[in-house]
């Protein structure tokens, strides 16, 4: 498969204290950013969502700002923590977003990874999880944010304004929301629950498996898995696939310099939540060296859109030539053109039902 897509992948890092970065730059960069990508075509700018911690955290603000000061990019995350979320009020924020965007949202959620507060999400008052990792209270939200989402009539009406047994969905509602949630899956039993869900599958950086095959390996199983689970399923429309790469191509000294380890990278296997798991490898090359790796990695020849996982905290300008590297020197050999808007579905635009 070729792939359509490709867009930024930023982790919203932006430093210790001291460093002389804070959030407000962050933010600001992160607009510029996607300003500039959508001028040379990229398809997508894509935010990591973290809690209690110097790195990018509520979305929306950040989405919208993008949406606002641009007219082609698909604005996204990679992942929301559905730990942390209200998901009614999340469906009204994607909603409203979406319709102010003209459909350009691409919302990635899932259960998250671990972060830095102790069940944080305690903190933000949601109670009742007996899993030490809260993936009980992330799927139940997850359930109940789709059903919103699809425009499922969720709520009573008051029957002194409607009358009797009359119910009511979240507004704003933005038909064709739901085919762009994705579900952030870390394993091959993951990715086929999502499948079965009818939400498409945002590979995750890291895959909770340990096999000794390769990451690419590991992924494209998935990703098949994925597939072949989604078609059992008997869905109508077409989803889309996305994995995540850091990937430079070294065209001057100073890309040398800072990615030359980069240019000897091998998968790595660490522990993470207690599973043994397999990290994928960074790309760093010329282009015709990055081309030929990419090529022969079966995940991202098995996906549609790639999202490239930049070094955000070495700013606009560097982070735009990277990207304008890889969309001019790189990117049209996988299969992807210039100004393609990325991967269409055939998901209706009407209600679904839940």
Known sequence: MDMKSFGFLSFGHYGSPGSGHDAADMLTQAVELSVAADEIGVNGAYFRV???????????????????????????????DMRYENPLYLAEEAGALDLLSGGRVA?????????PALRGWEAFGYDGSTDPRGADIAREKFDLFLRAVRGERLATADPAQFGPNQYLRVEPHSPGLASRIWWGAGSRDTAEWAARQGVNLMSSTLLTEATGDSFASLQAEQIARYRAAWAEAGHEWTPRVSVS????????????????????????????????????????????????????DEAVMSADTLMLTIPSQLGVDYNLHLL??????????????PGSEGPTTGYPTDEIPG
């Open 50 to 80: 973290h809690h209690f911690a110097r790195q990018a955290a509520s979305p929306m603000p950040l989405l919208s700002a993008i949406a606002a000061r641009t007219k082609h990019i698909e604005v996204g995350t990679g992942v929301i």
């Open 107 to 115: 919302l990635g959620v899932s259960r998250g990874s671990p972060e």
């Open 245 to 296: 790469r850091s990937v430079f191509p070294i065209m001057t000294d100073v890309d040398r310099q800072l990615f030359i380890r980069e240019a000897q990278g091998r998968d790595q296997i660490g522990v993470i939540d207690g599973f043994r798991s397999t990290f994928g490898k960074s790309y760093a090359g010329e282009p015709d060296q990055l081309v030929e790796a990419l090529l022969a």
């Open 324 to 337: 304008s590297a890889f969309a001019e020197h790189v990117a049209p050999e996988l299969g992807w053109r």
